[in-house]
């Protein structure tokens, strides 16, 4: 690592899933192999070609803001504010009054306030333009949830929020770790936000043929690499992580997970929705984040995957492992993909799965990808986890995202030794 860089770890970790809320529920469902599957009951959706998603039942916004500012949000911003909140609790990060220059907010959203969008819109044909609610905009825009955290923490550094699809929360912790390593900031509250499990989204995804339609087995229809696959699971989340400057972090005595040593990103320049076959552009962010980090390749212990479960997707991403490790070194690199549990959380994904992966180095443990039978031929030649964790050292961890667009991130994470 160049000795221009600052040091950059995590100390905070919050995160709202399906399969828990607050990391440590989180953890252990993801450890257990639990899947966060079931029918949708956000809207009624006994039209619609899926059924099912991954939603965070047990969310109620109103725990972590008052009545008042919950109305004014989308539901996607309610889950980057509770999460951020409780990343920061979780860190122990002094909040000052006043608010702080030092501290930054970037996180990712893949489309923002749909729900918003689809109720104001069902206002404007029903009862006419001057029925628009005037928070129609702050509310569905996708930068919001990075906004709200900003205002409802004071925090005035670097704020952002990229919207990169499926790669949108890698970016959000990679636009992060470089927001502290130029100087900008002491602290950033990093991740993702995504509440897409809408009537339009969920039409809209089955129209593509993206979705699971494993409406009689929920649990089991998210299944990366098996034979069995038939698309992804929507799940919805905010998983947000504080990054903070290393120095800044020993000074006060905090509790370091670990460390953010590297970042890559690419574009496949290739098409709207389907990964480039020849697996050049996700390879060359891999190789990118480990050469930031001053990773080799016999370094890696676990790959969380993008790992989807759709039929293109997953044995692309096998590919992509094999370019960028080389076939022989990837044959021993474990993988998962937490997705097969959690769903396919899009613009909150790479927060989760960071986070995940940043808790495997901790517990020295490997979550697996459950519902993995059969595994598909055009998926080996890595070493899957499958189906249940797996305990041993875990010192370096790779964490991909691949979007729609082409967009490709991935992020180093590295065991703190001092």
Same mark, same amino acid.
């Not at 725990?63 to 989308?74: C, E, Q, T, V």
């Not at 080799?296 to 212990?301: I, M, Q, R, T």
């Given at each position: 690592? /160049?000795?221009?860089?600052?040091?950059?770890?995590?100390?905070? $970790?919050?995160?709202?899933?399906?399969?828990?809320?607050?990391?440590?529920?989180?953890?252990?469902?993801?450890?257990?192999?639990?899947?966060?599957?079931?029918?949708?009951?956000?809207?009624?959706? *006994? %039209?619609?070609?899926?059924?099912? @998603?991954?939603?965070?039942?047990?969310?109620?916004?109103?725990?972590?803001?008052?009545?008042?500012?919950?109305?004014?949000?989308?539901?996607? #911003?309610?889950?980057?504010?509770?999460?951020?909140?409780?990343?920061?609790?979780?860190?122990?990060?002094?909040?000052?009054?006043?608010?702080?220059?030092?501290?930054?907010?970037?996180?990712?959203?893949?489309?923002?306030? +749909?729900?918003?969008?689809?109720?104001?819109?069902?206002?404007?044909?029903?009862?006419?333009?001057?029925?628009?609610?005037?928070?129609?905009?702050?509310?569905?825009?996708?930068?919001?949830?990075?906004?709200?955290? *900003?205002?409802?923490?004071?925090?005035?550094?670097?704020?952002?929020?990229?919207?990169?699809?499926?790669?949108?929360?890698?970016?959000? $912790?990679?636009?992060?770790?470089? @927001?502290?390593?130029?100087?900008?900031?002491?602290?950033?509250?990093?991740?993702?936000?995504?509440?897409?499990?809408?009537?339009?989204?969920?039409?809209?995804?089955? *129209?593509?043929?993206?979705? *699971?339609?494993?409406?009689?087995?929920?649990?089991? #229809?998210?299944?990366?690499?098996?034979?069995?696959?038939?698309?992804?699971?929507? &799940?919805?989340?905010?998983?947000?992580?504080?990054?903070?400057?290393?120095?800044?972090?020993?000074?006060?005595?905090?509790?370091?997970?670990?460390?953010?040593?590297?970042?890559?990103?690419?574009?496949? %320049?290739?098409?709207?929705?389907?990964?480039?076959?020849?697996?050049? #552009?996700?390879?060359?962010?891999?190789?990118?984040?480990?050469?930031?980090?001053?990773?080799?390749?016999?370094?890696?212990?676990?790959?969380?995957?993008?790992?989807?479960?759709?039929?293109?997707?997953?044995?692309?991403? $096998?590919?992509?492992?094999?370019?960028?490790?080389?076939?022989?070194?990837?044959?021993?690199?474990?993988?998962? /993909?937490?997705?097969?549990?959690?769903?396919?959380?899009?613009?909150?994904?790479?927060?989760?799965?960071?986070?995940? &992966?940043?808790?495997?180095?901790?517990?020295?443990? $490997?979550?697996?990808?459950?519902?993995?039978?059969?595994?598909?031929? /055009?998926?080996?030649?890595?070493?899957?986890?499958?189906?249940?964790?797996?305990?041993?050292?875990?010192?370096?961890? +790779?964490?991909?995202?691949?979007?729609? &667009?082409?967009?490709? %991130?991935?992020?180093?994470?590295?065991?703190?030794?001092?």
């Amino acid at each position: 690592m /160049s000795d221009r860089k600052r040091r950059v770890v995590i100390t905070g $970790i919050g995160m709202i899933t399906s399969i828990g809320i607050g990391r440590d529920a989180v953890w252990e469902s993801a450890v257990a192999g639990r899947s966060g599957a079931g029918p949708i009951t956000l809207f009624d959706a *006994s %039209a619609h070609v899926t059924t099912f @998603a991954c939603q965070a039942n047990d969310f109620d916004p109103v725990g972590y803001m008052d009545h008042k500012s919950a109305r004014r949000m989308d539901r996607f #911003a309610q889950l980057a504010v509770a999460a951020g909140k409780m990343a920061v609790e979780d860190a122990r990060l002094p909040i000052d009054a006043n608010g702080s220059d030092r501290f930054g907010v970037i996180v990712a959203s893949g489309v923002g306030g +749909l729900q918003t969008f689809e109720d104001q819109v069902a206002v404007l044909i029903e009862r006419g333009p001057t029925r628009v609610s005037p928070l129609f905009i702050p509310m569905m825009i996708a930068n919001m949830g990075a906004a709200q955290l *900003s205002m409802a923490l004071k925090f005035r550094g670097p704020l952002s929020c990229p919207v990169t699809a499926c790669a949108s929360g890698n970016h959000a $912790i990679g636009d992060a770790l470089e @927001a502290i390593r130029r100087g900008h900031a002491d602290a950033m509250l990093a991740g993702g936000a995504e509440a897409a499990i809408t009537p339009i989204s969920i039409a809209a995804f089955n *129209s593509m043929k993206a979705l *699971s339609t494993r409406n009689d087995d929920p649990a089991a #229809a998210s299944r990366p690499f098996d034979t069995g696959r038939d698309g992804f699971v929507m &799940g919805e989340a905010g998983a947000v992580l504080v990054l903070e400057e290393l120095g800044h972090a020993e000074a006060r005595g905090a509790d370091i997970w670990c460390e953010v040593v590297g970042y890559g990103m690419s574009g496949d %320049a290739h098409h709207l929705t389907e990964p480039d076959p020849t697996g050049h #552009a996700p390879a060359l962010a891999m190789r990118m984040a480990m050469a930031d980090g001053d990773i080799a390749a016999e370094d890696v212990d676990y790959i969380n995957v993008h790992g989807t479960s759709t039929p293109v997707g997953d044995p692309s991403e $096998i590919r992509v492992i094999q370019m960028a490790l080389g076939a022989e070194t990837a044959a021993n690199v474990a993988v998962s /993909s937490t997705k097969s549990m959690h769903g396919h959380c899009l613009g909150a994904t790479g927060g989760v799965e960071a986070a995940l &992966g940043a808790m495997s180095i901790r517990e020295r443990t $490997i979550p697996p990808t459950i519902n993995l039978a059969d595994l598909d031929p /055009s998926c080996v030649g890595v070493d899957h986890v499958a189906n249940a964790a797996r305990q041993g050292d875990v010192d370096v961890v +790779l964490s991909n995202g691949f979007g729609f &667009g082409g967009h490709n %991130a991935t992020i180093a994470l590295r065991r703190y030794n001092g």
